[in-house]
Each structure stands twice: as C-alpha cells, then as structure tokens.
C-alpha cells in the first residue's frame, strides 16, 4: 500500500474544525520536512503548512492564526488541525512527508498521502 495514509477529512460548517492526520504506514529510519497542500479543481497543489523535524513551522498567510500543524516523530505521524474554517478552505489536502528510509543515506524520498477532502458548507 502507498506509505502515507491520511485521515481526518469530512465536513464542516463555517468556524467549525477539523483534523488531518496523515502516518507512514511502513518502518522508516527517519522523517524530515512534513507538510501539508491542498488543491482545488482548475489549481495548481498549493502549500498550507511546513513542520521540520525540531518543530520550526512555517505557514501560507491564509491559514495563518487557524490552522496549526503538529508532528509526533515516534509514530512519524504528521497533524494538521483546522480551526474556524472558512468556505475557501474546502480542498483536497495532501500530506508530505520527506523519508529517509535508511540510516545509510541521507537522501530523502518524497511521499505523498492520498488525499483527504475537506468540504466546508457555504
């Protein structure tokens, strides 16, 4: 199966929440970067939130102050909380995750999740 499966979409009203989860399903030897796109019909994947492995976040000014994404390094698990969701937050969200597979190499492999959708009622 693919190595990251996410979770957590559904749907919600304005200023209601939500929470993506997004795990690797398969043994790693280490994660770097974990982040969160989404994407909307006609758009290109656009960038939502950035987690490095000590926890520095970066996020798009969009979501700035509603979303807050987390990591838990032991279940190389990757958290994106939505909070008082707007109507232009309904996408399709796509975790990443930047895998290091084996502790004799430093490259990174980039994986994404399926995607989860995240419909907010307008």
């Known amino acids: 199966q693919a190595p990251l499966v996410e979770s957590g979409g559904g749907l919600a009203l304005p200023g209601g929440s939500l929470r993506l989860s997004c795990a690797v399903t398969?043994?790693?030897?280490?994660?770097?970067?974990m982040a969160w796109y989404r994407q909307t019909p006609g758009n290109q994947r656009e960038l939502v939130a950035t987690?490095?492995?000590?926890?520095?976040?970066t996020y798009a000014d969009s979501v700035k102050g509603r979303f807050t994404i987390s990591r838990d390094n032991a279940k190389n698990t990757v958290y994106l909380q939505l909070d008082h969701l707007k109507s232009e937050d309904t996408a399709v969200y796509y975790c990443y995750q930047e895998i290091q597979y084996y502790k004799v190499s430093y490259d990174y492999v980039k994986e994404w999740g399926q995607g989860t959708t995240v419909t907010v009622f307008s």
């Open positions: 398969g043994r790693v030897f280490r994660v770097n970067r």
């Open positions: 987690i490095t492995p000590d926890g520095r976040t």
